[in-house]
T-cell receptor, first 113, second 115 residues
Framework: GQSLEQPSEVTAVEGAIVQINCTYQ??????LSWYQQHDGGAPTFLSY????GLEETGRFSSFLSRSDSYGYLLLQELQMKDSASYFC??????????????FGTGTLLAVQP | DTGVSQDPRHKITKRGQNVTFRCDPI?????LYWYRQTLGQGPEFLTY????????KSRLLSDRFSAERPKGSFSTLEIQRTEQGDSAMYLC?????????????FGEGSWLTVV
């Protein structure tokens, strides 16, 4: 079956660093993506890893280890506006016939002053 | 580029009625997706179009659900004989074939409440 595991909630203070982990078990794997969703809003793309290692985009970084079926999103210099839900998502590639992303259940990040 | 737009944003309907949602993807995107999201959960895949062809449907998509993309541009999602369990946010997303990482762009969603 397909499953993506994330912690349900994380709390941190402004200026801190927080790591949100994601472990996945899917039939195929073609990359791990991260999306942010504010309450009532649309999920917005943050980051993508196809290969092992760290990808950095400003305050956000994402890491992938395919051998461990594991990745994480690292948020630095936390700001109040970072309070949102964060989802990891896997693309299962069956030779291009399917193109969907499978999403985890999400991690609710609360940034406190 | 005005992003993915969805209409209506909110819909309250009585059980048993039919509802239809419309999605206008980003203009140059040839791939279009429908997802459903309930509170505290991640988006769940419903169906996927490449141009006008519906290439995949989830088992979540019962016979009461139908989606179309007649000219490969906008799409509609119709739910017939709505049930209370259909209450959710219906998200449309689009992407461009060949985009790195299959980055998909979501609309703001259409909230459905079945009473």
């Amino acid at each position: 079956g397909q499953s993506l595991e994330q912690p349900s909630e994380v709390t941190a203070v402004e200026g801190a660093i927080v790591q949100i982990n994601c472990t996945y078990q899917t039939s195929g794997f073609y990359g791990l993506s991260w999306y942010q969703q504010h309450d009532g809003g649309a999920p917005t793309f943050l980051s993508y890893n196809a290969l092992d290692g760290l990808e950095e985009t400003g305050r956000f970084s994402s890491f992938l280890s395919r051998s461990d079926s594991y990745g994480y999103l690292l948020l630095q210099e936390l700001q109040m506006k970072d309070s949102a839900s964060y989802f990891c998502a896997v693309r299962e590639d069956y030779g291009g016939a399917t193109n969907k992303l499978i999403f985890g259940t999400g991690t609710l990040l609360a940034v406190q002053p | 580029d005005t992003g993915v737009s969805q209409d209506p944003r909110h819909k309250i309907t009585k059980r048993g009625q039919n509802v239809t949602f419309r999605c206008d993807p980003i203009s140059e995107h040839n791939r279009l997706y429908w997802y459903r999201q309930t509170l505290g959960q991640g988006p769940e895949f419903l169906t996927y179009f490449q141009n006008e062809a519906q290439l995949e449907k989830s088992r979540l998509l019962s016979d009461r659900f139908s989606a179309e993309r007649p000219k490969g541009s906008f799409s509609t999602l119709e739910i017939q004989r709505t049930e209370q369990g259909d209450s959710a946010m219906y998200l449309c997303a689009s992407s461009f074939q060949g985009a790195q990482g299959n980055t998909i762009y979501f609309g703001e969603g259409s909230w459905l409440t079945v009473v």
